[in-house]
């Protein structure tokens, strides 16, 4: 993801550790909340999410973390979509990509693997009608791949180097000396 800036060019955005876990919040918000008010999943939806699992544990025996993180995240973004709700899609496939940026830089294959192992029992849930139970799952699952990813960060032995060498932002009228 970047950033735009008016007059200052592009910027890489590297969401902190407040923000990923403002936006895993939101993110448990809208998927607990969407399968909250749907009756049944259409068989369809439980096709294309099947076959997206299928996907994810291709990525994950590969060697690209990228194709992986992305994968695990669209998830989501394609269960919401998949129930047919296009604006929820859009919200979430924002919230989505701040995550993935954090789970590409500090979730570990073993991590990975469990994430796709949980998205395989939700859509098996699902499969067999039972929304609440989704939805709790979800909710869960949400959780462990957030505490996963805060506990790796909180372990990363260069963390206060990594945030000592950040830049500041820049004030208006400022300028960094060259």
């Known amino acids: 993801m970047v950033q735009v800036s008016s007059r200052r060019g592009w910027f890489v955005v590297e969401p902190s550790i407040e923000e990923a876990r403002e936006a895993f919040q939101a993110r448990s918000a809208i998927e607990m909340g969407i399968l909250r008010t749907v009756?049944?999943?259409?068989?369809?939806?439980?096709?294309?999410?099947?076959?997206?699992?299928?996907?994810?544990?291709?990525?994950i025996a590969g060697d690209d973390v990228g194709a992986r993180s992305y994968l695990l995240g669209d998830f989501h973004v394609c269960l919401v979509e998949a129930l047919g709700?296009?604006?929820?899609?859009?919200?979430?496939?924002?919230?989505?990509?701040r995550t993935v940026l954090i789970s590409a830089l500090y979730q570990?294959?073993?991590?990975?693997?469990?994430?796709c192992d949980e998205h395989q029992e939700?859509?098996?849930?699902?499969?067999?009608?039972?929304?609440?139970?989704?939805?709790?799952?979800?909710?869960?699952?949400?959780?462990?791949?957030?505490?996963?990813?805060?506990?790796?960060?909180?372990?990363?032995?260069?963390?206060?180097?990594?945030?000592?060498?950040?830049?500041?932002?820049m004030s208006a009228g400022s300028t960094r000396p060259a």
């Open 39 to 59: 009756s049944a999943m259409p068989p369809d939806a439980l096709t294309a999410l099947k076959d997206h699992i299928v996907q994810e544990r291709a990525a």
């Open 85 to 97: 709700n296009r604006i929820l899609a859009d919200i979430l496939r924002d919230l989505t990509a």
């Open 108 to 115: 570990s294959t073993h991590d990975a693997t469990a994430s």
């Open 122 to 169: 939700i859509v098996d849930v699902l499969a067999a009608g039972d929304l609440e139970r989704a939805a709790a799952l979800m909710a869960a699952h949400i959780g462990h791949v957030e505490a996963g990813l805060s506990k790796r960060i909180d372990n990363d032995p260069l963390l206060d180097l990594r945030q000592a060498l950040k830049l500041a932002p």
